[in-house]
């Protein structure tokens, strides 16, 4: 049935393909998945992975793609392990209820990919076809599966029989065309595997795909936002001046930039109406809503509880965002904006950056791991990680980086660095830099009225910081103000710059220029 033979899919019990979701939904209550929240969500606790676990994924050595992978940043596996894992697996679905979502990622039709995902719950095929392209019903007729992944969390892996880390394992076949995924029902490896296929597959088709959110303005310009998790993709890019193309993985190719995905995954831990209302009204029936504490009686989600994990999310499709534009598709950027969460709190809330600047701070990606996001990262942890999304990359940083040079110098894009992190000192002692103000800043430089204000060099970073921001006190523009303590400032700062410079080492391939454009040490 559906072709699943050929994938050595035999024998299962029922088979439900694209449920709309209201059946999905009673599917998911029936088998006691998750609890409907009273905003109408259904809502589950994820178990032991509540974040991704970068040490359990893998992609398969092949010959046809041993040489361009970037090996130093992504883990291997053989062929013939990978085989014997996905015979065990499919061994496992025998006798088993599946649910199939059949999409597609890429919202431009001459880059989409069909992908079909094989889940053994419910409510993972409905964030599925929340979170992919839904194909309509002609579509859904023609459908042609290219890539499949399957995710059964209740399958664990044995690491001394199977070669993996533990019992959760996420491997992608690039020749196989397979993603398979057990041990960990985190609705983030399903999603951010599909990204790492994408970023595999659309370099090779001359277009750049990026970790970042998209939207547009009144008058038709478009916005990039790049940022690690939890730096405020999502939030920011949710923005009801604006609208919105998407919040996560975008391809930008000569045509402009399209959306990977058809829905959106906000991290919701002290989600307010008053702040992130756009996402606050997007959490509603269809919405799946994961390690989201709730109140027994009434089943009102409480936002503010970390008790599972801080990494709580809501994954709901782009429609219930007003506004979002419904081919997933804008122009060329003109203006990029790079989310850092500096935990040193020394970077500044806005800078400038130059073009050779811009692919200085692109390959560094210096920002934090945000707790919980990662397994093991349970206060933020800096990090460098390249091109903003170095977990999902896996071809090497100069492919993207040379990419994305090219296009800011050919469409003319201006780049700000953004930090959403911490000011007035390091995590602990300082505070996070106050989501209005981010908002007033990114509004400023996306309409302009950053190109009339005066600016000064940073003289540790080389960063160009504007001396006023309509809407923000200028004190807090210039971080070293925002510290009682300046010469903790200026010691956390060179900590920094010196930080910067050794991970820059690596980068051999680059101009001199770029190489200089980085922090004085
Ligand atoms: N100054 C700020 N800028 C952006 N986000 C902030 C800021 N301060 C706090 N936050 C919080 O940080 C989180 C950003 O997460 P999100 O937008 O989902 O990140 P991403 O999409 O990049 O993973 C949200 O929970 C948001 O409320
Ligand atoms: C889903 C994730 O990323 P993001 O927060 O960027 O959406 C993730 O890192 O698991
Ligand atoms: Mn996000």
Redesign the pocket.
Known sequence: MYGLEKLNIINVKNVYRNLPVPKLVEEAIKRGEGVLANNGAFNVYTGKYT??SPNDKFIVDEPEVHEDIWWENNKAISMDKFERLYNRLTAYLQNRDIFIFDGFVGADLQYRIPIRVITEYAYQSLLARQLFIRPNEEELRNHIPEYTLIAAPKFNSIPELDGVNSEAFIILSFTKKLIIIGGSQ????I??SIFTLMNYLMPKRGVLSM?CSANIGKDGDTALFF?????G??TLSADPQRFLIG??EHGWSDKGIFNFEGGC???CINLSKEKEPQIWNAIKFGTVLENVVYDENTREPDYSSDKITE?T?AAYSIDFIPGAIPSGMGGHPKAIIFLTADAFGVLPPIAKLTKEQAMYYFLSGYTSKLAG??RGITEPQATFSTCF?A?FLPLKPMVYAKMLGEKIEKYNTKVYLVNTGWSGGPYGIGSRINLTYTRTMVAAALNGSLDNVEFVKDPIFNLSIPTSCPGVPSEILNPKNTWADKEAYEKAAKNLATRFAENFKKYKDVTEEIKKSGPNV
Do not use: C, F, I, W
């Open positions: 974040g991704r985190y609705g983030g490896e999603k951010k970790h940022g690690l998790s939890g730096t993709k999502t919040d996560d995954y906000a991290k990494n999310r996001t990662e999304g977990p």
